[in-house]
């Protein structure tokens, strides 16, 4: 059963930073585009960040967080992470990472079938 955890959410001042952890149970975990999704509450879940399959780890960021996250992988530790920088109040949601076989870092951004997900990991960003 694939299984994806993540860790490393929390409260934080506005300004602050940041980084989460999903590892997955995946057998063959270079061959997923791993992404990360929000959603804070009232609102519909929405994309953060994307980093592809194939090596050179090509990224892929919505545009409220460019300049301010960054993705990577550790693929000999079935590891995706994300660094959040300069972290503003409206960055408060629930963070999950999602998984999607051979899977571009753009082509994570669209809803698709065969997406693994996480549990969820809450971040709070006070001002």
């Known amino acids: 059963q694939v299984q994806l955890v993540e860790s490393g959410g929390g409260l934080v001042q506005a300004g602050g930073s940041l980084r989460l952890a999903c590892t997955a149970s995946?057998?063959?975990?270079?061959?997923?585009?791993t992404g990360w999704f929000r959603q804070a509450p009232g609102k519909e879940r929405e994309f953060v960040g994307a980093?592809?399959?194939?090596?050179?780890?090509?990224?892929y960021y919505t545009d409220s967080v460019k300049g301010r996250f960054t993705i990577s992988r550790d693929n000999s530790r079935n590891t995706v992470y994300l660094q959040m920088n300069s972290l503003k109040p409206e960055d408060t949601a629930v963070y999950y990472c999602?998984?999607?076989?051979?899977?571009?870092?753009?082509?994570?951004?669209?809803?698709?079938?065969?997406?693994?997900w996480g549990q969820g990991t809450q971040v709070t960003v006070s001002s």
């Open positions: 999602a998984a999607r076989r051979f899977t571009t870092a753009q082509t994570m951004a669209v809803p698709a079938t065969g997406v693994y």
């Open positions: 980093i592809g399959w194939r090596s050179g780890g090509i990224t």
């Open positions: 995946l057998g063959t975990f270079e061959t997923y585009g």
